[in-house]
């Protein structure tokens, strides 16, 4: 049946060292293993977490437990296509331009994102290898960067980003609490804090298929395709004691946010929380 991205960092600190080893081996077997486990799902809940966002050129984006680069990829993608349609735009707006006048207003386009960025920051050092080395492969250079960094102290100043995102990472974090403070200290007064994560299932007849699904099955995937069952069963378990929706919302509300909300994805398998700093 479905659904899961692999864990990340972990909650529980008697278990973080070897755990984190564990990771740090298996980091190849990642995008594989979510596929896996999630039938591709995960692919979906990311693009509708972009839809949300909504970034526009210019959009200076944190992406947090990111190491992989899948949401800074489609961040990039985004912006993108966003920015072109806006060039496009604008030359139909100018009928009376010749083509060499065209020509050049498209030669002069050095930024094809607008001014947009993405900072990826990742506390797994191997994560973050594979990340660049997939955004080699696939041609990603400009409007990149790629930082060591912890969720509960972040390297970076106050007031410095537009949009903080998190996917499938914040319940990993040992002190949740602190992750979303700094969060909130490093959004710009108006940024917006966009968290996508397992949540609770508020159907019944899903909620046992999925349970089935978690502890008989998803172990078995990590021993079959990675060699190791323990932090497969970990990531079961870490999915089950994060916080449900409104607890969770009412953490983000703690940590100073705003007009905080969330939508529930299948079925409340996942769910995505918004909130702005005002």
Excluded at 19 to 42: C, P, T
Excluded at 76 to 90: E, G, M, S, T
Excluded at 232 to 261: C, H, N, W
Aim: net charge neutral; hydrophobic share 40%.
């Amino acid at each position: 049946m479905m659904f899961y991205p692999m864990c990340r960092r972990f909650q529980f600190s008697f278990q973080l060292p070897g755990v984190y080893q564990v990771f740090e081996s298996v980091a190849r077997k990642y995008d594989v293993m979510n596929d896996m486990m999630s039938l591709g799902i995960h692919r979906v809940w990311k693009d509708l977490l972009l839809l949300k966002m909504h970034p526009f050129p210019g959009t200076q984006l944190l992406d947090v437990a990111g190491g992989t680069g899948d949401i800074a990829f489609r961040f990039l993608n985004y912006v993108q296509a966003q920015h072109q349609r806006k060039q496009k735009r604008q030359l139909r707006a100018q009928q009376n331009l010749s083509w060499e006048e065209i020509a050049k207003k498209y030669q002069n386009q050095e930024d094809s994102l607008g001014g947009s960025r993405v900072m990826v920051c990742d506390i797994n050092k191997e994560m973050l290898k594979m990340g660049k080395q997939k955004a080699c492969a696939r041609g990603y250079k400009a409007g990149l960067a790629w930082v060591l960094g912890d969720a509960e102290e972040l390297p970076f100043d106050d007031d410095k980003f537009d949009v903080y995102t998190i996917a499938f990472g914040i319940r990993n974090v040992t002190h949740i609490d602190r992750a979303l403070q700094e969060a909130h200290r490093v959004l710009k007064p108006g940024g917006r804090f966009l968290c996508l994560e397992f949540s609770q299932v508020n159907n019944p007849l899903v909620s046992r298929l999925y349970d089935v699904y978690s502890f008989q099955v998803i172990p078995v995937l990590g021993e079959v395709i990675a060699g190791d069952w323990k932090s497969y069963q970990y990531l079961v378990e870490s999915i089950r004691q994060f916080p449900p929706q409104e607890e969770f919302k009412e953490m983000i509300e703690d940590a100073g946010f705003q007009k905080v909300t969330y939508e529930n994805l299948t079925s409340g398998i996942v769910a995505i929380h918004s909130g702005f700093k005002l």
